[in-house]
């Protein structure tokens, strides 16, 4: 299999609770629609996501609560796969950072990195952010404290540890930013990663001592591998590493990491370096994304309690709803200010009325005018339809360049542009009053342009809100599209060209897509 016919998508791996909030799930709604494009597209495509359990902070919680920590994590982790299956996250493989196989693929990432001379012993001192389970500079302090977790206090460690040799791979990490800028993206992001590099590569550490809680360090039982070399190699063990041959040379390397922000020093700076020294080839691209902000500008966190809870807002406005508007709201390249009133208002325009109404009145004319029997859009060709056919053409086109760059926000304005131009359309060309004047060829040509742009619409909803896609286009009569499972779908572009719905077609029943959320409803 070639790069291009396969696509291996993870995410990071999210540090377990007892459930997640919205913002958590940001990041996997993004990867599951890129992973769904690419289904779509008909590459084969392999999605990994998970929940990194070995983090310190689950092993005093345990503590406290006089468990074991597996017995903490294990229905933590239940809950969050639960809330990605119910969120249609298309995942091929939970992982957890539990499994034994897991295990074994960090402890042979260790080897290979002491069989190369990279890994030494050392005393590690410095602030350690149990929230971000790792050790911050004083310069990435902020008032003594770290800047992504401001409620939490920064402890003070010395520790007698295992070191990974980073700064021997200065050079080569140099040479592959100026070789392949876009390893990193977007830029502004890049942009920080280039300017740690610039101030030069500190080693780190990668085993914890004193703690049960972990995968034992490679020749050493008294310590733990520490987080890097344990949560970062859940990608390795995704495509079968270290024993499966044929899934490592089927789906190695990944083809996209989506992280957040925030981690993109160990991803773009320690993870290059660590494959580097076990001798594996490098992912294609790392993609960090932004975050959910509250009105005041502040990242949201269970710590400061300004989160959604996804099962409530899934209640209120669909699983699919809930997809749309938090990637349409929220530029996946950047951070961006949400509130919950925003959701309202950005659901109610685009899905209940513009995307909601197009469908109802293609639908409900059909039926009321043509006993919803429609003929082929390629009949139509007054200047209005071939208008409308190059709206939705220059549309398809921007939303595959957008969808190439990652950026999803702008994807989905490219398809409410066909939206929007095909309700302009509907307004225009009145079919009601042509069905009036008695003018039932023009009746029928004009709702089978209609019918072709919720058709094309239909398949550009599917990634981002598969269920939605497969009752739309069930109702203007048309195959529903690929489920995003599986090997691969038929080809998006063939699936997206005017005119290759049915040579004649007969619609559904109308139904309500997106009901309307009223204003009294979101106070």
Same mark, same amino acid.
């Given at each position: 299999?070639?790069?291009? #016919?396969?696509?291996? @998508?993870?995410?990071? =791996?999210?540090?377990?609770?007892?459930?997640?909030?919205?913002?958590?799930?940001?990041?996997? =709604?993004?990867?599951?629609?890129?992973?769904?494009?690419? $289904?779509? *597209?008909?590459?084969?495509?392999?999605?990994?996501?998970?929940?990194?359990?070995?983090?310190?902070?689950?092993?005093?919680?345990?503590?406290?609560?006089?468990?074991?920590?597996?017995?903490?994590?294990?229905?933590?982790?239940?809950? %969050? *796969? #639960?809330?990605?299956?119910?969120?249609?996250?298309?995942?091929?493989?939970?992982?957890?950072?539990?499994?034994?196989?897991?295990?074994?693929?960090?402890?042979?990432?260790?080897?290979?990195?002491?069989?190369?001379?990279?890994?030494?012993?050392?005393?590690?001192?410095?602030?350690?952010?149990?929230?971000?389970?790792?050790?911050?500079?004083?310069?990435?302090?902020?008032?003594?404290?770290?800047?992504?977790?401001?409620?939490?206090?920064?402890? %003070?460690?010395?520790?007698?540890?295992?070191?990974?040799?980073?700064?021997?791979?200065? #050079?080569?990490?140099?040479?592959?930013?100026?070789?392949?800028?876009?390893?990193?993206?977007?830029?502004?992001?890049?942009? /920080?990663?280039?300017?740690?590099? $610039?101030?030069?590569?500190?080693?780190?550490?990668?085993?914890?001592?004193?703690?049960?809680?972990?995968?034992?360090?490679?020749?050493?039982?008294?310590?733990?591998?520490?987080? %890097?070399?344990?949560?970062?190699?859940?990608?390795?063990?995704?495509?079968?590493?270290?024993?499966?041959?044929?899934?490592?040379?089927?789906?190695?390397?990944?083809?996209?990491?989506?992280?957040?922000?925030?981690?993109?020093?160990?991803?773009?700076?320690?993870?290059?370096?660590?494959?580097?020294?076990?001798?594996?080839?490098?992912?294609?691209?790392?993609?960090?994304?932004?975050?959910?902000?509250?009105?005041?500008?502040?990242?949201?966190?269970?710590?400061?309690?300004?989160?959604?809870?996804?099962?409530?807002?899934?209640?209120?406005?669909?699983?699919?709803?809930?997809?749309?508007?938090?990637?349409?709201?929220?530029?996946?390249?950047?951070?961006?200010?949400?509130?919950?009133?925003?959701?309202?208002?950005?659901?109610?325009?685009?899905?209940?009325?513009?995307?909601?109404?197009?469908?109802?009145?293609?639908?409900?004319?059909?039926?009321?005018?043509?006993?919803?029997? @429609?003929?082929?859009?390629?009949?139509?060709?007054?200047?209005?339809?071939?208008?409308?056919?190059?709206?939705? /053409?220059?549309?398809?086109?921007?939303?595959?360049?957008?969808?190439?760059?990652?950026?999803?926000?702008?994807?989905?304005?490219?398809?409410?542009? =066909?939206?929007?131009?095909?309700?302009?359309?509907?307004?225009?060309?009145?079919? %009601?009053?042509?069905?009036?004047?008695?003018?039932?060829?023009?009746?029928?040509?004009?709702?089978?342009?209609?019918?072709?742009?919720?058709?094309?619409?239909?398949?550009?909803?599917?990634?981002?809100?598969?269920?939605?896609?497969?009752? @739309?286009?069930?109702?203007?009569?048309?195959?529903?599209?690929?489920?995003?499972?599986?090997?691969?779908?038929?080809?998006?572009?063939?699936?997206?060209?005017?005119?290759?719905?049915?040579?004649?077609?007969?619609?559904?029943?109308?139904?309500?897509?997106?009901?309307? =959320? /009223?204003? #009294?409803?979101?106070?």
């Amino acid at each position: 299999m070639t790069a291009t #016919e396969r696509f291996y @998508l993870t995410t990071a =791996i999210f540090y377990p609770s007892p459930k997640p909030a919205l913002h958590s799930m940001f990041e996997a =709604i993004g990867a599951d629609m890129i992973a769904r494009y690419a $289904r779509l *597209k008909g590459r084969q495509t392999r999605f990994l996501t998970g929940v990194d359990e070995h983090s310190a902070n689950v092993e005093r919680d345990a503590r406290e609560r006089g468990m074991d920590p597996r017995a903490l994590i294990d229905p933590w982790a239940a809950t %969050w *796969k #639960e809330t990605f299956e119910r969120y249609a996250i298309s995942f091929d493989r939970f992982i957890r950072t539990t499994d034994p196989d897991h295990a074994a693929a960090s402890a042979e990432m260790v080897r290979r990195a002491q069989a190369n001379g990279d890994v030494y012993q050392g005393v590690y001192s410095g602030w350690f952010c149990t929230g971000c389970n790792e050790f911050k500079t004083d310069q990435q302090l902020v008032d003594g404290r770290c800047p992504d977790h401001p409620t939490l206090t920064p402890q %003070w460690l010395e520790e007698h540890n295992y070191f990974f040799r980073l700064s021997a791979y200065q #050079e080569r990490l140099e040479q592959l930013y100026a070789e392949n800028p876009s390893f990193c993206e977007p830029e502004h992001f890049r942009n /920080e990663v280039l300017g740690w590099l $610039r101030e030069g590569l500190r080693d780190f550490s990668i085993s914890r001592a004193g703690t049960t809680w972990g995968i034992p360090f490679p020749g050493d039982p008294q310590h733990r591998i520490y987080v %890097w070399f344990d949560a970062l190699i859940n990608y390795l063990t995704g495509a079968g590493f270290p024993d499966d041959h044929a899934a490592m040379d089927r789906w190695w390397p990944a083809d996209l990491h989506v992280i957040g922000k925030n981690i993109t020093r160990f991803h773009c700076l320690y993870w290059p370096a660590m494959l580097m020294s076990a001798g594996l080839p490098l992912p294609r691209q790392v993609f960090a994304h932004g975050f959910m902000l509250d009105v005041g500008g502040q990242r949201m966190s269970k710590t400061t309690g300004n989160t959604h809870d996804p099962d409530t807002m899934a209640d209120t406005f669909g699983v699919d709803g809930v997809r749309y508007v938090v990637l349409r709201e929220v530029p996946f390249d950047r951070d961006a200010d949400v509130t919950y009133d925003g959701f309202v208002r950005r659901y109610n325009a685009d899905l209940a009325n513009d995307l909601g109404n197009l469908v109802n009145r293609t639908v409900s004319m059909s039926a009321r005018y043509l006993d919803g029997h @429609l003929p082929s859009p390629a009949d139509a060709s007054q200047p209005a339809d071939t208008e409308l056919r190059a709206i939705a /053409e220059r549309s398809v086109a921007a939303y595959h360049d957008a969808m190439s760059r990652h950026h999803l926000d702008e994807a989905l304005a490219a398809m409410m542009a =066909i939206v929007g131009a095909a309700n302009g359309y509907a307004e225009s060309q009145a079919p %009601w009053a042509l069905a009036k004047a008695g003018e039932s060829t023009r009746v029928g040509r004009v709702l089978a342009v209609m019918a072709e742009a919720c058709r094309i619409v239909g398949h550009l909803l599917a990634p981002v809100a598969p269920d939605a896609s497969r009752r @739309l286009l069930e109702q203007i009569g048309t195959p529903a599209p690929y489920d995003g499972r599986g090997a691969g779908g038929p080809g998006l572009d063939s699936l997206l060209a005017w005119g290759a719905g049915p040579a004649e077609w007969t619609s559904g029943p109308a139904a309500p897509l997106f009901p309307r =959320i /009223e204003v #009294e409803a979101a106070s």
